[in-house]
């Protein structure tokens, strides 16, 4: 079977996994540089998810740079087993994560003016963190669906 974008042993599959483990650390970066996150339990909870994307992308990382450097094919059954049941679980997290901080982001700002009444939230900052939440989760639906499709294959 031809190698599909983001397959793990590939470049492309090692890019994948750079790109989800340095989203997940700048949104967990934005989310603690702004004050008063700890008070919201999303907030948190966001926090809680892109800290084990980073883990698990970051290990999937290395896995790939082994497999690059010492030309080996890491596409049995039982590993993309795993990969596949990481992947779902990660991308799971992460889009509930995101989502449930977003609805919050919303309320404060637009709804009840927390960011600029006298309350005086880092609303931008809450933002910035979980549109970066979003696209690490892009990339991990991406990569949980090219390893449920090389799952299928084999």
């Keep these: 079977m031809k190698d599909l974008l983001g397959c ?25 540089s702004a004050s008063g996150f700890s008070n919201f339990t999303a907030f948190c909870y966001l926090i809680a998810s892109m800290g084990l994307q980073v883990l698990w992308s970051f290990g999937l990382a290395c896995l790939d740079i082994y497999s690059l450097c010492t030309k080996r094919d890491i596409k049995n059954p039982v590993l993309v087993s795993l990969f ?5 679980v990660t991308a799971a997290l992460s889009l509930a994560a995101a989502c449930s901080s977003a609805g919050i982001a919303v309320l404060y700002s637009k709804d009840l003016n927390f960011c600029t009444g006298q309350a005086h939230l880092p609303c931008l ?21 090219v390893m449920f499709w090389i799952l299928a294959s084999l």
Excluded: C, N, Y
């Design 125 to 145: 900052r809450f933002e910035i963190s979980i549109a970066l939440a979003f696209v690490t989760w892009l990339f991990a639906a991406i990569s949980s669906h």
């Design 8 to 32: 793990p042993g590939t470049v492309s599959g090692l890019l994948l996994r750079i790109g989800q483990s340095l989203f997940a650390a700048a949104s967990v970066g934005a989310m603690v």
């Design 84 to 88: 596949v049941v990481g992947d779902w």
